[in-house]
C-alpha cells in the first residue's frame, strides 16, 4: 500500500512518535512525506520514505495530485489544532479529494492507529480490489 504521512510544525514530534512505534507495520508499505516530516521519520526510525517538497512548497499539493492518480491508499495527516490565519485551500481540497476517491484519513493519533492496525490485519486489502495501483506501482512492486 501507499501511505502518504503530513505533519504540521506542532505535530512533527507526535507523527515520529508514532512511526516508531508502527515502524514494523510501515516497513512493510511504501512511504511518502513531505520534506522535512519525511527527514525526521526517516532518522528516527531508518524507513525508507520518498521525501516530497516542504508543506509550503507543495509538498501537500504533490500528495493531493497522488490521490487524484490514486497513487495513494491512506493519508496520515497531523494537523495543528490551533486556530490558523494562513489559507487552507490546499488542505480543504486534499480531504475533498480523499473523499471523493474513498481515501482512508488519520488527522490525529487515535484515528492513524485504527487505519494502521487494520491495515496491519488486511482490513484496507479493498483498496487494490477496487482502486488497483499504476503500472509504476505495480513495476515498484516486483523490484
Known sequence: MEIAIIAHDTKKELMTQFCIAYCGILSKHNLCAT?????YISEA????IERLLTGEQGGEQQIASRIAYNE???LLDFRDTRPQERDNDTERELFRLC??????????????EVLITALDRGDL???ELINPH???YRAKKKV
Open 134 to 136: 499504476t503500472a509504476r
Open 99 to 112: 473523499d471523493m476517491y474513498n481515501i482512508p484519513v488519520a488527522t490525529n493519533i487515535a484515528t492513524a
Open 45 to 48: 526510525t531508518g524507513l525508507s
Open 72 to 74: 495513494i491508499d491512506v
Open 125 to 127: 486489502n479493498w483498496r
Open 35 to 39: 520534506s522535512i516530516t519525511a527527514k
